[in-house]
């Protein structure tokens, strides 16, 4: 079992929900960075997603895609962020971190580098946003015979006849992306929601966290009410590039956590 399949195995014990915190490596720099990291397990992060900075991120919304930018200014690369969860593993070796990203970076490493430089650093598990079902060959499975996760979104459009195919080799859990659009946008709705996630639970037999469209810790109630779990990037983002103290930034996280927590 891999350190995401043991952390919902933990909560399921208690009838708990996840709690899943989004940050772009290295924004607004490297050291910043890694402090809000180290402290989001004592601030109740269950799961840390950790984005790999890339130029053309087409699923983000404009406070994602600054965030990249702004890594990418401070010397952010796939190496940097590798070097920020080694700084993290040296204290923490149970939370959970997912790099989520896109293919671009990854194909011109080298999947077989990326893969052996992720498991080294430390990861647990991937999402590939713009990597489909159809090429799971290509990453997906050379990735899961290395021990990560590979976790697939599935979204409002995921329909019957489609799911089976995002469902087949994802392992670790299933993000559900609540609202038809990009990072940041609309609000996610728990009633709209709650069928979707009961969907592909049966067709997954995985957890199922839910992320697009959350930003306060009433919503993160809401939604972890019907699902495994809440994921909050772009609110939590937005505060970093802001410049807010990073004490400030993870009392935020923080509170969405006691939100998720007490669903």
Do not use: W
Request: aromatic residues 6%.
């Amino acid at each position: 079992m891999s350190r995401i399949d043991d952390t919902f195995a933990r909560l399921a014990a208690t009838n708990g929900k996840a709690f899943v915190a989004y940050m772009m490596g290295c924004d607004p720099d490297f050291d910043k960075s890694v402090q809000i990291m180290r402290g989001m397990p004592a601030a109740g992060v269950d799961i840390i997603e950790l984005g790999m900075p890339f130029t053309d991120p087409m699923a983000d919304g404009a406070t994602i895609q600054a965030a990249g930018q702004r890594a990418l200014a401070a010397g952010g690369s796939i190496d940097r962020v590798f070097d920020m969860v080694r700084a993290f593993r040296k204290d923490d070796n149970t939370t959970p971190i997912v790099l989520m990203g896109y293919y671009n970076p990854i194909y011109a490493r080298g999947v077989d580098r990326f893969i052996a430089d992720a498991v080294q650093a430390g990861i647990d598990g991937l999402i590939v946003v713009d990597l489909p079902p159809e090429e799971d060959a290509e990453l997906c499975l050379p990735a899961r015979d290395a021990g990560l996760n590979f976790i697939r979104l599935a979204t409002p459009t995921t329909d019957d006849r489609r799911l089976p195919a995002v469902v087949r080799n994802t392992s670790g859990f299933v993000y559900y992306v609540s609202v038809t659009g990009i990072t940041g946008g609309l609000a996610a709705n728990a009633t709209e929601v709650a069928p979707e996630v009961a969907r592909i639970r049966a067709a997954a037999n995985l957890p199922v966290v839910v992320g697009f469209g959350i930003s306060t810790p009433e919503a993160a109630q809401a939604v972890a009410g019907v699902a495994d779990g809440a994921v909050v990037g772009s609110a939590i983002v937005k505060l970093i590039g802001e410049g807010r103290p990073v004490a400030e930034i993870l009392a935020f996280v923080a509170d969405l956590a006691k939100g998720a927590h007490s669903a």
